[in-house]
């Protein structure tokens, strides 16, 4: 049974295309619409309901695409508007849906309104889209207050004013390339909702939003020293947030098929984003505290129960994205941060991939969506070691190249085991725009097709197993109780069950149980160590064996 078309959100699999990285088709080593309209069938074929593109937006590239000069348009590295029109019909035709990535916080320093800001000076109707404001200081030589930009240094940049001399700061939560927008300004909120309208015209199925808690600030601007831990923070998660995603949601459900707003929210604990998934606001929003949990059983089953009991399945699960290192490296370490800070020849890559296959088996046996990063169908490990020249990652150099960023999650995938560059582009073409490793010749999706111990067929079996099963009965998820705290199993609706073994010795399997997948062969009928099983149970599941 498939899920009712109004709730197709609620259980879908989602796959990140990261475009620059998935697949050229032009050959100057960087992924774009051509690359990526070519391999759909793969992504029809791994069992993907639907694809997230990060931005594709005319863009300085600043930040990789988060840095958006023109919403209407396609950046040329990329494509043209009529090959994203088309890309989204061809999705179409293979029953995938597109959702794609919508930046309301910040636009780039070239948008048309920014320039035009700079060249009105202060007080002007340009400025205020923007939060411009006067330096402390004698002459105005501090920055109006204490916020720091995430990405390193301070949060705002001064300006020449157009008669040249030093003026007011501009705020800029990210790289000073990106200028905060305004959201007290009527002007761009009419914008934004023109924005949505321009893409649910052309068929997007929804918007992937970022830092979907930023947009609204606290007027005043106060400093944030001094805040208790777990405040709220002047720029984050502020009442007015709900206003706007009301009225997009409104708008959205003006549109038939269905379009949906997926949250990009940070927010701990995971029980703040309750407000925003009440129903009228955004359909769901990730479960980031699961993609931060260390391997541990404990852990998981503590931030599974806490999102189930608060939000239900509307935080989809997801353990990677291209924001943070990829899970197999984390889960191949001692220290399991998803920091920005790789700490190179650490991961034990055997170790890490065991670990990956358990836990897709277990994110995907989960009630609710999941969300998969490209190239983790692969087990693409975090590339630690990008030459320093090469990292184009705004973090690297914020941060006086103390800590290198996200690049190493954004490796051009391999396709092709013996064409140069793994066939990330044509024959003929440049090289990749990052160095791929050399052991990732073994990785490339063809190499793996074939064979059934592979990543990727560990991924495509999954996910033809969840499509056949009624995941979508109902929710429930009823914990079983096997020997050992090192074990997570549970029950779901129709005779499944999933459990996964946390502990250093292989266990027993429910007794009757029929193995319908696992992540890794057993052990004298037993599940070993870092495995995972998916299991056709009885009516009544024991609660212990
Ligand atoms: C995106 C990042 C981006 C940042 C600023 C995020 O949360 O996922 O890749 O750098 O927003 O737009």
């Known amino acids: 049974m498939g899920a009712p078309e109004a709730a197709w959100h609620h259980t879908a699999v989602v796959y990140q295309v990261y475009l ?19 391999r759909l069938p793969y992504l029809r074929d791994l ?25 209407r348009a396609i950046d040329p590295l990329f494509g043209t508007l009529a090959e994203a029109g088309a890309l989204i019909q061809s999705a179409h035709a293979e029953r995938l849906r597109v959702i794609l990535d919508i930046v309301p916080n910040h636009c780039s320093e070239q948008h048309r309104w920014f320039t035009a800001a700079l060249a009105a000076g202060p007080g002007s109707a340009e400025r205020a889209r923007f939060w411009f404001r006067p330096g402390r200081g004698a002459s105005g030589e501090l920055p109006p207050n204490d916020w ?10 001064r300006v020449s004013e157009p008669d040249g001399r030093p003026g007011q700061w501009y705020l800029h939560l990210y790289a000073p390339q990106q200028p905060d927008l305004n959201w007290e300004n009527p002007e761009v909120r009419a914008e934004f909702e023109e924005v949505l309208r321009f ?34 923070r002047p720029w984050e998660d502020q009442d007015g947030l709900h206003d706007i995603y009301r009225s997009w949601r409104r708008l959205l459900d003006s549109y038939h098929g269905n379009r949906v707003l997926v949250g990009e929210m940070w927010l701990k ?9 009440a129903g009228d606001q955004l359909h769901t929003a990730f479960n980031f505290d699961f993609l931060g949990a260390p391997w541990d059983a404990a852990r998981l089953r503590q931030v599974i129960g806490t999102a189930l009991g608060s939000i239900g399945a509307a935080a989809p699960w997801v353990l990677s994205n291209h924001d943070v290192t990829r899970h197999l490296t984390r889960y191949g370490r001692t220290s399991t ?19 990956a296959r358990a836990a897709v088996l277990l994110s995907l046996a989960l009630p609710g969506s999941s969300y998969l990063y ?17 990292i184009a990652d705004p973090i690297y150099e914020r941060s006086g190249h103390r800590i290198r960023g996200r690049d190493g999650c954004r490796v051009p995938l391999p396709w092709q085991p013996d064409a140069p560059g793994f066939g990330f582009g044509p024959a003929g073409g440049g090289a990749p725009w990052l160095p791929q490793p050399a052991a990732w010749r073994q990785l490339a999706a063809a190499a793996q097709a074939g064979d059934p111990d592979s990543m990727l067929a560990l991924y495509r079996a999954a996910l033809r197993l969840r499509a056949d099963r009624d995941c979508l009965a109902d929710d429930t998820l009823t914990w079983l109780t096997p020997a050992g705290d090192a074990v997570l199993a549970f029950s779901r609706p129709g005779q499944f069950a999933c459990m996964v073994n946390f502990s250093a010795a292989a266990v027993p399997l429910p007794p009757d149980a029929e193995v319908l997948l696992a992540s890794g062969p057993l052990d004298d009928g037993k599940l070993p160590s870092d495995t995972a099983a998916w299991l056709r149970t009885g009516d009544q599941p024991t609660s212990a064996w």
Do not use: C, H
Not at 269 to 277: E, I, V
Not at 337 to 355: I, Y
């Open 47 to 71: 069992g993907a309901d639907a694809i997230w593109l990060n931005p594709w937006y005319r863009s300085p590239m600043a930040d990789g695409g988060y840095d958006v000069a023109d919403y």
């Open 337 to 355: 941060g998803t920091g920005w800070q790789p700490d190179p020849g650490s991961a034990d890559l055997a170790l890490g991939t065991r670990r």
């Open 199 to 232: 893409w649910l015209d052309r068929d997007a199925d929804g918007f992937r939003i970022d830092v979907a808690d930023f947009l609204v600030k606290d007027p005043a601007l106060p400093d944030a020293a001094g805040l208790p831990a777990g405040a709220r």
């Open 269 to 277: 604990p995971l029980t703040r984003l309750r407000p925003y998934l």
């Open 20 to 38: 620059r990285s998935f697949a050229d088709g032009s050959g100057d080593g960087i992924g774009d619409l051509a690359g990526l309209t070519a």
């Open 374 to 390: 490209q190239g983790e169908e692969l087990g693409l490990w975090e590339v630690e070691d990008i030459p320093g020249e090469l």
């Open 148 to 157: 720091m930009s995430m990405f390193g240094g301070p949060a705002w940049t």
